[in-house]
């Protein structure tokens, strides 16, 4: 059983159109991410949300939204999609927020043509 | 700005040997470390962990060294092998909980 699943695995798609990635965790875990890897290879946080907090990184356009319909699920929604958002975006999470040991899904690779 | 930094972006080492990789940041108010391990098409695992009242913390194979004074730390593996080929991050956290920070990644490659 995955503990932290996503998908798609693989999205193309085309510029302006809106996309969603989906995240659900089995590990009853408090916290859930969304992190993002450029083509540089960096993983930059996004999105924190634990128990209807939501924690912005502010560097995330607001093209981009998590929405929570339960602690098990942080799906990603992203509008008007541009080509910088082709990455690849993981979903985490954690029962220990204050430790930092996060369990990754296996990323789902958004390319945008 | 990066505020953890992995200078090396790959590493190459023969089985058998030590692999360091080295990580250094500039947050004072970071005081928990730790080290993913990632391998193509999966998400980043976590390998270990060090908190900053520690300066040492070993796993079998896998030791991390932390340097407060230098803002720095170091994993070590020994002995390599080849299943120890992937992608390392280092990763760091503030004591008041906030999101976890992660460097660039070392690409090791441990050579049969």
């Known amino acids: 059983d995955t503990a932290v699943s996503q998908t798609p695995k693989y999205l193309v798609t085309q510029m302006g159109n809106d996309k969603s990635i989906k995240c659900e965790q089995n590990l009853g875990h408090d916290t859930m991410y969304w992190y993002k890897q450029d083509s540089k290879k960096f993983l930059k946080i996004m999105f924190s949300?634990?128990?209807?907090?939501?924690?912005i990184n502010e560097t995330v356009p607001n093209r981009f939204s998590p929405k929570s319909p339960d602690k098990a699920h942080l799906n990603l929604h992203i509008n008007s999609l541009e080509l910088g958002d082709s990455a690849v975006y993981f979903c985490?999470?954690?029962?220990?927020?204050?430790?930092?040991?996060?369990?990754f899904g296996e990323g789902s690779r958004l390319t945008v043509l | 700005d990066q505020q953890v930094k992995q200078n090396s972006p790959s590493l190459s080492v023969q089985e058998g040997r030590i692999s360091i990789l080295n990580c250094d940041y500039t947050n004072s108010m970071f005081d928990y470390f730790l080290w993913y391990k990632k391998y193509p098409a999966e998400g980043p695992t976590f390998l270990i962990s060090?908190?900053?009242?520690?300066d040492k913390n070993e796993d079998g194979r896998f030791t991390v060294f932390l340097n407060k004074s230098a803002k720095h730390l170091s994993l070590h593996i020994v002995p390599s092998q080849p299943g120890d080929s992937a992608v390392y991050f280092c990763?760091?956290?503030?004591?008041?909980?906030?999101?976890?920070?992660f460097g660039g990644g070392t690409r090791l490659m441990v050579k049969p």
């Open positions: 060090i908190s900053s009242i520690k």
């Open positions: 990763a760091a956290i503030d004591n008041a909980g906030n999101m976890l920070t």
């Open positions: 985490a999470s954690t029962g220990e927020a204050n430790t930092g040991e996060l369990f």
């Open positions: 949300y634990n128990n209807k907090e939501l924690i």
